[in-house]
């Protein structure tokens, strides 16, 4: 087994690191102080973005990219290292148009879109002219069981009408989000499979009827650019605006959080590395009693056990994006159940221990650490909750014990 990295995706890693410490590093301050006051601060984006894209340092994450699409073309085992490297500053993936939610629209649109979609939606989002929306989530449905959606989609000739409430829209306020992929129940019949009864639908958010009524907290922490609750009120958009065919709506949601999965792994793992990093400059410059904290027992097995929770994390997605790429994304349907719940809350653990290290100040906005536990709490629920995660897990190790009657 060869646990190396290619020589192109290290290179990649080297150039992706002397950017983030050259450029993205030191707009982290500015950035953070526009988004605390509630603005999205474009005028420090945007620069960024077109330097990342005159470096070749762009969609690095879809691997079927086309001859005339902008970015490099990389497998999910070669992408999880660069995802690593973002994720060590929260809002960086969006330098590189490699953030979410607009990561998954690419991926199904780029499976799924027909010509005139691409030609509208995927390739400016693409070129990162324009951000995006997934619709899925609603407050009035358990999460864990997406057949009980109720937002409807219904025909009308050529036109489509959605009704209905979603929540947890991530980017809805963003300056330059056009369009929301909002998931609906497009068969209404009771007795239809119920896996086969949603479509997906390409919804302009300028498009009347759509209101967004609140952007939502993650544990009290607001984002400028919003995981909002929306409204749609009789909203109709064209039926060429479906996306796929109709039904097949759980299949584009398959396609789509697969890779994203790995995606938030990574990032999640990079955000650990951060955090003990400061774990370990705190403890080895902070006196307590006469000694630096490094030097007491108790902290270092913290940074011990941090330092091997995250190394084997790590080795659990990369072969969990080495299967994806090998056999497919629905061959590894159980590993990335299984690193999606052994990331979030191994990222809850080690957050935990660094503010602890850091004392009443970790607590506080004058380090990373209390919005970055929050972040890894919010991934329990992200993409599907532990539960059903956990269920997939042991009904794929049930079946392999399973004995003829």
Same mark, same amino acid.
């Given at each position: 087994?060869?646990?190396?990295?290619?020589?192109?995706?290290?290179?990649?890693?080297?150039?992706l690191t002397a950017f983030m410490e050259a450029r993205v590093l030191p707009a982290d301050a500015a950035f953070l102080k526009e988004a605390h006051a509630g603005r999205f601060p474009l005028e420090i984006l945007e620069p960024l973005k077109a330097r990342a894209k005159a470096e070749g340092l762009w969609n690095l994450f879809i691997?079927?990219?086309?001859?005339?699409?902008?970015?490099? +073309?990389? /497998?999910n085992l070669e992408y999880a290292p660069l995802a690593e490297i973002m994720g060590r500053v929260f809002w960086s993936s969006e330098v590189f148009n490699c953030s979410a939610p607009d990561t998954g629209n690419m991926e199904i649109l780029h499976l799924f879109a027909t010509p005139p979609q691409r030609g509208q939606w995927l390739n400016p989002l693409m070129r990162g002219?324009?951000?995006?929306? =997934?619709? =899925?989530?609603e407050p009035d449905a358990a999460s864990s069981d997406p057949t009980t959606l109720q937002t409807t989609i219904t025909r009308d000739g050529d036109r489509c009408v959605i009704n209905g409430r979603k929540w947890f829209t991530s980017g809805?306020?963003?300056?330059?989000?056009?369009?929301?992929?909002v998931m609906g129940l497009s068969d209404q019949r009771p007795e239809?499979?119920?896996h086969a009864r949603h479509s997906m639908v390409i919804v302009p958010l300028d498009t009347p009827g759509v209101r967004i009524i609140r952007n939502l907290p993650i544990m009290q922490h607001y984002s400028p650019e919003g995981h909002c609750e929306v409204v749609y009120d009789n909203v109709s958009v064209p039926a060429a605006n479906i996306l796929g065919e109709e039904g097949n709506g759980f299949a584009l949601a398959q396609a789509r959080l697969g890779p994203g999965r790995i995606h938030h792994c990574m990032r999640s793992i990079g955000q650990c590395?951060?955090?003990?990093?400061?774990?370990?400059?705190?403890?080895?410059?902070r006196k307590a009693f006469g000694r630096n904290l490094a030097e007491y027992s108790n902290v270092q097995d913290w940074i011990a056990e941090s330092r091997m929770e995250i190394d084997q994390a790590r080795?659990?997605?990369? +072969?969990?994006?080495?299967?994806?790429?090998?056999?497919?994304?629905?061959?590894?349907?159980?590993?990335?159940?299984?690193i999606k719940v052994t990331v979030s809350r191994m990222?809850? +653990? =080690?957050?935990?221990?660094? =503010?602890?290290?850091?004392?009443?100040?970790?607590?506080?906005?004058?380090?990373?650490?209390?919005?970055?536990? /929050?972040?890894?709490?919010?991934?329990?629920f992200i993409d599907g909750p532990d539960e059903v995660h956990n269920r997939v897990v042991a009904r794929a190790e049930l079946r392999k014990h399973r004995r003829p009657a």
């Amino acid at each position: 087994m060869d646990f190396a990295y290619a020589p192109a995706v290290e290179e990649l890693r080297k150039r992706l690191t002397a950017f983030m410490e050259a450029r993205v590093l030191p707009a982290d301050a500015a950035f953070l102080k526009e988004a605390h006051a509630g603005r999205f601060p474009l005028e420090i984006l945007e620069p960024l973005k077109a330097r990342a894209k005159a470096e070749g340092l762009w969609n690095l994450f879809i691997p079927g990219l086309k001859p005339d699409e902008p970015g490099t +073309r990389l /497998t999910n085992l070669e992408y999880a290292p660069l995802a690593e490297i973002m994720g060590r500053v929260f809002w960086s993936s969006e330098v590189f148009n490699c953030s979410a939610p607009d990561t998954g629209n690419m991926e199904i649109l780029h499976l799924f879109a027909t010509p005139p979609q691409r030609g509208q939606w995927l390739n400016p989002l693409m070129r990162g002219e324009i951000r995006s929306c =997934i619709g =899925i989530t609603e407050p009035d449905a358990a999460s864990s069981d997406p057949t009980t959606l109720q937002t409807t989609i219904t025909r009308d000739g050529d036109r489509c009408v959605i009704n209905g409430r979603k929540w947890f829209t991530s980017g809805a306020l963003h300056p330059n989000a056009k369009f929301c992929i909002v998931m609906g129940l497009s068969d209404q019949r009771p007795e239809a499979d119920p896996h086969a009864r949603h479509s997906m639908v390409i919804v302009p958010l300028d498009t009347p009827g759509v209101r967004i009524i609140r952007n939502l907290p993650i544990m009290q922490h607001y984002s400028p650019e919003g995981h909002c609750e929306v409204v749609y009120d009789n909203v109709s958009v064209p039926a060429a605006n479906i996306l796929g065919e109709e039904g097949n709506g759980f299949a584009l949601a398959q396609a789509r959080l697969g890779p994203g999965r790995i995606h938030h792994c990574m990032r999640s793992i990079g955000q650990c590395e951060a955090a003990l990093e400061l774990m370990c400059a705190r403890a080895s410059d902070r006196k307590a009693f006469g000694r630096n904290l490094a030097e007491y027992s108790n902290v270092q097995d913290w940074i011990a056990e941090s330092r091997m929770e995250i190394d084997q994390a790590r080795l659990y997605v990369l +072969r969990a994006a080495w299967m994806m790429d090998l056999h497919g994304n629905k061959s590894a349907r159980t590993e990335v159940s299984a690193i999606k719940v052994t990331v979030s809350r191994m990222q809850t +653990r =080690i957050l935990d221990r660094a =503010i602890q290290v850091f004392g009443a100040k970790g607590l506080t906005n004058d380090t990373p650490l209390a919005f970055l536990w /929050t972040w890894g709490r919010a991934l329990r629920f992200i993409d599907g909750p532990d539960e059903v995660h956990n269920r997939v897990v042991a009904r794929a190790e049930l079946r392999k014990h399973r004995r003829p009657a």
